[in-house]
Nanobody, 116 residues
Framework: QVQLVESGGGSVQAGESLRLSCAAS????????LGWYRQAPGKERDLVAS???????YYADSVKGRFTISRDNAKNTVYLQMNSLKPEDTAVYYC??????????WGQGTQVTVSS
């Protein structure tokens, strides 16, 4: 069983930065895609950013230019650097990994709260 463990969430003021980490219990090169999702109260869980094994990245329009997804293969960790945070970025952020053979893993989530 593969585990994904997020960390780095917290409460910040608008304009500040946070870096989220997602540590995997398996070699992250075995994941086809790793992504960060977020879910605000009363809303659906949406994709924020993703990175493939070949380092192709995707960003939702709402975070382009502010968020950066990256990976450290040696640490089996994926990061989400979040700059210029806005109150609308407030949500629970989840890490998701699409593993080999179609297996799908989620982390437990980490809360990000941005106040104005």
């Amino acid at each position: 069983q593969v585990q994904l463990v997020e960390s780095g969430g917290g409460s910040v003021q608008a304009g500040e930065s946070l870096r989220l980490s997602c540590a995997a219990s398996a070699n992250i090169l075995m994941f086809n895609t790793l992504g960060w999702y977020r879910q605000a109260p009363g809303k659906e869980r949406d994709l924020v950013a993703s990175i493939t094994r070949s380092d192709t990245t995707y960003y939702a329009d709402s975070v382009k230019g502010r968020f950066t997804i990256s990976r450290d293969n040696a640490k089996n960790t994926v990061y989400l650097q979040m700059n210029s945070l806005k109150p609308e970025d407030t949500a629970v952020y989840y890490c998701r990994g699409l593993f080999l053979h179609g297996l799908d893993y989620w982390g437990q989530g980490t809360q990000v709260t941005v106040s104005s």
